[in-house]
């Protein structure tokens, strides 16, 4: 059986991860040692970027140097939604991960295992209570109560005198918001006030490249609580490693010379969604041609399928996804040249905001705007030619 290791639908499995060399050893060197009890506090992380760059993934393969680190780090991560009913629903949902992350630990006597287990039955039921109730109003205060008093008991009661530390990640933290305005400032106070009771608590984030602008205007000493990680697309090196890695990996017998790279390089512009899907169709030819060098032609060769089936997963669905005064906007930046727009040649800026939310343009600083990927310009250029 052939296992393609490639699959643009899912954050990268941690079996073929191979890349962000800088950003793992920040984490290693920095953020790992800063979680021990004897550090001076947990550094905090935002990684933040547009969609599809790779946030999710990194995040996960911090919680796999976390599981290698040379003392306790117990890796907590969560997904945050719109669909708890409360930031107070969402808390104590954060309290049990903690409490089922502690009790995968291997070292906990008899007793202590039967406290965790009696301790976890009552933080199920709390998030029970307010689900049953359905109070999307429970005030700020309790929900900051909750997180403070039962992270600050589990520390007490388990881990205070064990050298070790806890990392909560948060994915997608910029949903908290719609859940509650002050959710960040509510995690950085208590955070620090654990930090002060020496409760070792560190916080990693993910989102959007614009959150911390959003939240500046409501609340600048959140913005300095967290050293910000801006991903990049990948360079050449982490492209070779994302792609040549997994390849070998799965024994997949297939050669990929660097012009092929390069090829890769130039289509996707080292877009990791991109990068995949186009591995994920090519690898999976190639096995069942028998072909065993992915040269450059060959490539060249599937590219128009390729192109048809990004169009139809992913460009079809975001032009649908758009009204006519949107997709206004979004032509006249694929006609702007090279793909980098003013502001002001664009008529109605309060659009341009909604299609940044809408992850289709993104914001480059200085008043100028492009879209997504250039693939995207490609693709609004011909269906301007259909309509
Ligand atoms: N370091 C990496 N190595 C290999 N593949 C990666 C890497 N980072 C991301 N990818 C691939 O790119 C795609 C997007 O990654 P991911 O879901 O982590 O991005 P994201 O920034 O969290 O996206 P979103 O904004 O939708 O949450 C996935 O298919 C994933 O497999
Ligand atoms: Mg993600």
Redesign the pocket.
């Known amino acids: 059986m052939f296992l393609n290791p ?8 941690i079996r ?5 060399k800088r950003e793992l050893a920040w984490f290693e060197e920095g953020v790992i040692p800063s979680l021990h009890p004897s550090s001076s506090g947990p550094w905090n992380i935002a990684i933040l ?13 911090f919680m796999h140097s976390c599981r290698q680190a040379p003392f306790d780090i117990f890796p907590v991560f969560i997904s945050c939604s719109r669909g708890y009913d409360s930031l107070y629903g969402f808390f104590s949902m954060l309290v049990s991960f903690v409490a089922d992350e502690l009790s995968k630990h291997k070292g906990w006597s008899e007793k202590a295992m039967e406290q965790l287990r009696d301790w976890q039955l009552s933080i199920h039921a709390l998030g029970l209570t307010v689900t049953k109730r359905q109070r999307p109003d429970m005030a700020t205060a309790g929900a900051a109560d909750i997180l403070r008093r039962q992270l600050r008991d589990l520390w007490e009661r388990f881990l205070a005198d064990r050298e070790c530390g806890i990392l909560l990640i948060l ?2 933290a910029h949903l908290l918001l719609s859940l509650d305005k002050q959710a960040f400032l509510i995690l950085r106070a208590v955070i620090q006030d654990l930090h002060l009771l020496g409760a070792r608590y560190g916080l990693v984030i ?1 989102g ?1 490249s614009e959150l911390f602008e959003d939240i500046r205007l409501e609340s600048e000493p959140v913005v300095r609580f967290f050293n910000k990680m801006n ?1 990049k697309p ?1 360079d050449r090196e ?1 492209l070779a ?2 792609i040549r890695y ?1 390849v070998e990996r799965v024994q997949a017998g297939i050669t990929i010379p660097d012009e092929t790279l390069d090829w890769i390089q130039s289509k996707t512009n080292g877009h ?2 991109f ?3 186009i591995m994920r169709v090519m690898l999976m030819n190639a096995h069942s041609e028998r072909r065993v060098n992915l040269d450059v032609s060959y490539c060249e060769s599937k590219w128009p399928e390729i192109l048809r089936l990004i169009y139809a997963e992913r460009f079809d669905v975001d032009w649908s996804s758009v009204p006519p005064g949107e997709r206004m906007i979004l032509r006249q930046i694929a006609a702007a040249a090279p793909g980098d727009c003013p502001a002001k040649d664009v008529q109605n800026s309060g659009l341009l905001s909604r299609l940044v939310q809408k ?1 289709l343009v993104i914001r480059k600083g200085r008043g100028m705007y492009t879209l997504y990927h250039p693939l995207f310009g490609e693709y609004i250029q011909q269906v301007d030619f259909e309509d």
């Open positions: 490639f699959n643009p639908n899912y954050p990268a499995d073929y991860f191979a890349n962000r970027g547009p969609w599809g760059i790779g946030k999710t993934s990194l995040a996960n393969r994915d997608d993910t959007p991903l990948f982490d490693d994302a997994p990791p969604y990068v995949t899907f992850n």
